[in-house]
T-cell receptor, first 112, second 114 residues
Framework: AQRVTQPEKLLSVFKGAPVELKCNYS??????LFWYVQYSRQRLQLLLR??SRESIKGFTADLNKGETSFHLKKPFAQEEDSAMYYC??????????????FGKGTLLTVNP | KAGVTQTPRYLIKTRGQQVTLSCSPI?????VSWYQQTPGQGLQFLFE???????NKGNFPGRFSGRQFSNSRSEMNVSTLELGDSALYLC?????????????FGPGTRLTVL
């Protein structure tokens, strides 16, 4: 079974402060991990995926297989980062078979 | 290019009825996935269609079904509605696979079961 845990439902930081949104996963194979974001009144959208190792809007996430974590980080939070963030895991079971599992989400509020 | 569209945006049904939701993917996208979003359970994967075939399926009862047409448009059907089926149903499309390609989400259909 695969599981994604986001331990914080709510996270509040001040503008300019570092932010870290936690994500832990449980999966026996080699996972594909994602962060999705939903801004107020907007659609859910992909923020980043671990295999591309890119930085989007200043956010980065490193896959730590030893700790089974994929925390999302940004050194200096901006007010426009306020949104709901979802961590997701895709368990690839060969060929084109997969199952995408989402965490319950963390609502990030960046205060001025 | 146009994004993923879903119709209708809002639905109110009563217990025992059935409902059909529609999703039009981005042009050129052949994979369509469906998700249920509720406050209690969060986002849960329902199923994924590719080339008119159900390729992956989540852990939902058989009352939830879907299909995909040759133009990649997809429909989702829920029969014998229960109060617990009240949720936001999201559709997402990707070029060939949400595993390898970016998924683009629609605005969702808000289903209320009374």
């Amino acid at each position: 079974a695969q599981r994604v845990t986001q331990p914080e439902k709510l996270l509040s930081v001040f503008k300019g402060a570092p932010v870290e949104l936690k994500c832990n996963y449980s999966y026996s194979g080699s996972p594909e991990l994602f962060w999705y974001v939903q801004y107020s009144r907007q659609r859910l959208q992909l923020l980043l995926r671990h295999i591309s190792r890119e930085s989007i809007k200043g956010f980065t996430a490193d896959l730590n297989k030893g700790e089974t974590s994929f925390h999302l980080k940004k050194p200096f939070a901006q007010e426009e980062d306020s949104a709901m963030y979802y961590c997701a895991l895709s368990g690839h079971s060969g060929g084109s078979n997969y199952k995408l599992t989402f965490g319950k989400g963390t609502l990030l509020t960046v205060n001025p | 290019k146009a994004g993923v569209t879903q119709t209708p945006r809002y639905l109110i049904k009563t217990r025992g009825q059935q409902v059909t939701l529609s999703c039009s993917p981005i042009s050129g996208h052949r994979s369509v996935s469906w998700y249920q979003q509720t406050p209690g359970q969060g986002l849960q994967f329902l199923f994924e269609y590719f080339s008119e075939t159900q390729r992956n399926k989540g852990n939902f009862p058989g009352r939830f079904s879907g299909r995909q047409f040759s133009n990649s448009r997809s429909e989702m059907n829920v029969s014998t509605l229960e109060l617990g089926d009240s949720a936001l149903y999201l559709c997402a499309s990707s070029r060939t696979s949400p595993y390898t390609d970016t998924q683009y989400f629609g605005p969702g259909t808000r289903l209320t079961v009374l």
